[in-house]
């Protein structure tokens, strides 16, 4: 139960895109795709942005993407707002268990 | 709306016990697996405990393993965590969230904070 891979931190300026990495293994990200993103601003509970790699619940904005190449997943914000500036986290389904990312906390320029 | 509200948190000494809850509202409790999660102060997301929507699968981290015990009552659409031999590293905010196929934490509570110190 290994803690996924994420950069600690990320900025863009307004307008632009980032993408945030999330590196796992064999046994969780490269195994499924139930990677999921979660956006968590201070002192809240985290939220649900990505599931099944790439699908968006209802009501995040599609400049929320998700993708996967073998052990890696990836979060894709485009046209930056300030509003984006929060902590990241990467999940996957590890096989009767879940493991997260250590998280990456983005800064809007 | 989903509602999910933790509750049972506070400072416990090493060693202890504590119970939580988390009180559901706004869908059907007893068809959705539950899961907790915790947050340590200042640090990531930590997967705790999940329980099928039947109540006969569990499942547990590492370092909840022969220590911890997730159970629910359906009858008053609550979720619990048993927390027995407390540590100091398990000072954390813990979530209950209600869990999708593969996995997915949909909804979540807003925490309760376990403080476990002398």
């Known amino acids: 139960q290994s803690a996924l891979t994420q950069p600690p931190s990320a900025s863009g300026s307004p307008g632009q895109s980032v993408t945030i990495s999330c590196t796992g293994t064999?046994?969780?990200?490269?195994?499924?795709?139930?990677v999921s993103w979660y956006q968590q601003y201070p002192g809240r509970a985290p939220q649900l942005i990505i599931y099944d790699v790439s699908k968006r619940p209802s009501g995040v904005p599609d400049r929320f993407s998700g993708s996967k190449s073998g052990n890696t997943a990836s979060l894709t914000i485009s046209g930056l707002q300030a509003e984006d500036e929060a902590d990241y986290y990467c999940?996957?389904?590890?096989?009767?268990?879940?493991?997260f990312g250590g998280g990456t906390k983005l800064t809007v320029l | 709306e989903v509602q999910l509200l933790e509750s049972g948190g506070g400072l416990v000494q090493p060693g202890g016990s504590l119970r939580l809850s988390c009180a559901a509202s706004?869908?059907?409790?007893?068809?959705?697996?539950m899961s907790w999660v915790r947050q340590a102060p200042g640090k990531g997301l930590e997967w705790v405990s999940a329980l099928s929507s039947g109540g006969d699968s569990t499942y547990y981290a590492d370092s909840a393993k022969g220590r911890f015990t997730i159970s629910r009552d359906s009858s008053k659409n609550t979720l619990y965590l048993q927390m027995n031999r407390l540590r100091a590293d398990d000072t954390a905010v813990y979530y209950c969230a209600t869990m999708g196929t593969g996995w997915v934490l949909r909804s979540w509570g807003q925490g309760t904070l376990v403080t476990v110190s002398s």
């Open positions: 706004g869908f059907t409790f007893s068809s959705s697996a």
């Open positions: 064999s046994s969780d990200v490269g195994a499924y795709n139930y």
């Open positions: 999940s996957s389904y590890a096989g009767r268990s879940k493991v």
